[in-house]
């Protein structure tokens, strides 16, 4: 039997008749377009056949292409469609359950799950699947507890939503299809080009299509960076790798040293030790559990990626640890797709988020990849997708590349402050002093401030848009370049952050 909920993962088979049956033709109407690159095409005009109907402004005329059906992608797609735009959104896989079959908890704060309250429907089916749980209880390496962090106080801010990211994937793609989204499978996107008119990309070596933007979010490999820095760079190893595991509670509940993790419902643990942060939790009302921990690795970057993981190397990592730890582990099936071994890699902070003509712009983990330890990275590519939908609204067709620089300015300080929340947890988890943590035990909690999680992407994107955009303009009046980031451009993020700093992991 499968380890992961199938069931819930696999797109029935009437899907992909529905879009097959429903995807429109591509033509080439635009005839200036034509004239300039006859094999180049644009998305169809038609709209897509909607399953449902949902609230949505009026046709903006902008043509969005985005890249990825990753998280971000999805949220940016749903956006951009609220705000009246024409939305094509292009993913590799040909099969969308080769996205949504694999993987383990992914997690989305209040800042990103606000945005999933405005898609009709999605919110009561988070619920059904997210973990059941407003707390951590955190422990050292041998066991002993050392303090519990709440997260009550959250509540007030919206909702913290822990779940299998294969399921929730699938619930959030299934909202896309449903709105009637143009999804085009099976398309992996080559090379991305642009004019002063037009962003483009090319799909499968072959065909070739253009929008008024294109928005990348295909991760920390993107072909868009080519584009945006002008040279390709190659992801570097951090130094870290994550195991990451995720299966039944039946060989959970059966173990008397592990079993409380699952017998009371669902529960959340962490344990710290030296180079090792140990996450673990059950979800389902306790029907399922879900494990993380980081190990030190030296592999070559580009050997490989993600692989099968294995339970005998997994817990060579884990000498001395507290039996839970370690029974946990070796109660994990091995070799039936339920363990992975990631590699966390790092790049150097981008100098910008968007291609020199500004018709291409990055999101997500191809803007700004996050540590597992900032908990934000799946929230900050959904709040990329709604700022930049919202800065279309409002610029406008006629002002495309204005709205997408204004994008870059809005995101830029508060997505690097938010990274680094991540680096800040992981130093002190993995440096960890035990003398002084025993003194101030609520120093191993995670960082969860109010100015990040009391966020609504959208209406920030309101109000601030306008004062950005005239601050771009009386740039440009005064010959001033406005790529890239100029601090005085940025819409600041409270408490501010060093953009001086050299690496962002």
Not at 52 to 68: C, D, M, N, T, Y
Request: charged share 25%; net charge negative.
């Amino acid at each position: 039997m499968s380890c992961l909920r199938t069931s819930c993962l696999l797109m029935p088979d009437h899907f992909n008749d529905i879009l097959l049956g429903f995807a429109p033709r591509l033509d080439g109407n635009n005839q200036q377009q034509k004239r300039k690159r006859t094999e180049t095409k644009m998305p169809s005009t038609k709209p897509h056949r909607r399953l449902k109907e949902f609230p949505r402004l009026a046709p903006s005329g902008v043509r969005v292409i985005v890249v990825g059906a990753g998280f971000g992608g999805l949220a940016a797609a749903i956006e951009c469609d609220r705000k009246g735009h024409q939305v094509t959104l292009f993913e590799k896989a040909a099969d969308i359950a080769e996205v949504q079959r694999a993987g383990d908890i992914i997690s989305f704060d209040p800042n990103g799950s606000v945005a999933f309250e405005r898609w009709p429907g999605v919110v009561p089916e988070l619920r059904k699947i997210m973990r059941d749980t407003d707390y951590l209880d955190l422990f050292d390496w041998e066991g002993r507890f050392v303090t519990r962090q709440s997260f009550k106080r959250e509540n007030e801010w919206g909702l913290r939503i822990n779940g299998h990211r294969g399921v929730i994937h699938s619930i959030i793609y299934n909202h896309a299809v449903e709105r009637g989204i143009d999804i085009r499978l099976g398309s992996r996107v080559t090379d991305y080009f642009e004019d002063d008119e037009v962003g483009g990309i090319v799909v499968n070596g072959e065909e070739r299509f253009t929008a008024d933007v294109v928005i990348s979010s295909e991760g920390v490999r993107s072909r868009g960076r080519k584009i945006v820095l002008g040279f390709e760079d190659n992801p570097q190893s951090s130094g870290y790798a994550v195991y990451r595991a995720w299966f039944p509670a039946d060989r959970v509940a059966n173990n008397a040293t592990i079993r409380h993790l699952c017998v009371n419902g669902d529960t959340h643990l962490g344990y710290i030790g030296k180079d090792i942060h140990f996450l673990a939790s059950s979800i389902a009302s306790g029907t399922e559990v879900n494990w993380v921990f980081t190990h030190i690795d030296d592999g070559n970057i580009e050997e490989s990626w993600q692989f099968p993981g294995k339970v005998s190397e997994a817990l060579s990592y884990l000498e001395g640890w507290c039996p839970f730890v370690r029974e946990l582990v070796a109660a994990t099936p091995d070799g039936a797709g339920c363990l992975i071994d990631h590699k966390l890699v790092y790049r150097d902070p981008l100098p910008t988020f968007i291609s020199p003509k500004a018709r291409i712009a990055l999101i997500g983990d191809a803007a700004h990849p996050f540590l597992p330890t900032s908990i934000q990275g799946a929230s900050q590519s959904i709040e990329d997708g709604t700022t930049m939908a919202v800065c279309l609204e409002i610029g406008g067709r006629d002002n495309v590349t204005e709205a997408v620089r204004t994008y870059e300015k809005i995101r830029y300080e508060r997505v690097h402050k938010a990274q680094a929340t991540g680096v800040s947890t992981r130093e002190r988890w993995h440096k960890a002093n035990w003398d002084d943590i025993r003194k101030n035990p609520e120093s191993l909690h995670l960082v969860r401030e109010e100015w990040l999680l009391k966020f609504n992407a959208e209406e920030h994107a309101y109000e601030v848009y306008h004062e950005v955009a005239e601050k771009l303009r009386a740039e440009r009046e005064k010959g001033v370049s406005v790529n890239g980031i100029d601090v005085a451009v940025v819409a600041t993020a409270e408490g501010g952050v060093n953009l001086e700093d050299k690496k962002v992991v």
